[in-house]
């Protein structure tokens, strides 16, 4: 069984940075953050395998934010750097217990943490 839970999330001006956590239970395969802003659809971030570290993007992030873990710890971080108010949205993390197609399809994952608000202000 997995289990995951975010904190990290605050509200920030436009061009400032945050870091979200997720800590995660048991052994999945992948892990991902996720974003809903009101009224819109979940959309991905970005994810990674966790035995190997491969990473995926959305090009909406890309260059701004960096997915790392902590396998230690077990420990997804999102580095969130250059935000803007379109990065405003409640930050989902999610996990699949096997390999998918594709690693930035919210269909694909059956995992998911309750969330934690963004909020970026202009």
């Known amino acids: 069984q997995v289990r995951l839970v975010e904190s990290g999330g605050d509200s920030v001006q436009a061009g400032g940075s945050l870091k979200l956590s997720c800590e995660v239970s048991g052994y999945p395969y992948r892990t991902a953050w996720f974003r809903q802003a009101p009224g819109k659809e979940r959309e991905p971030v970005a994810s990674i395998i966790r035995t190997v570290g491969t990473t995926n993007y959305a090009d909406s992030v890309k260059g701004r934010f960096t997915l790392s873990q902590d396998n230690a710890k077990k420990i997804l971080y999102l580095q969130m750097n250059d935000l803007k108010p379109d990065d405003t949205a409640m930050y989902y993390c999610?996990?699949?217990?096997?390999?998918?197609?594709?690693?930035?399809?919210?269909?694909?994952?059956?995992?998911w943490g309750q969330g934690t608000q963004v909020t970026v202000s202009s």
């Open positions: 999610a996990a699949t217990a096997r390999p998918i197609g594709n690693p930035l399809d919210t269909s694909s994952y059956g995992y």
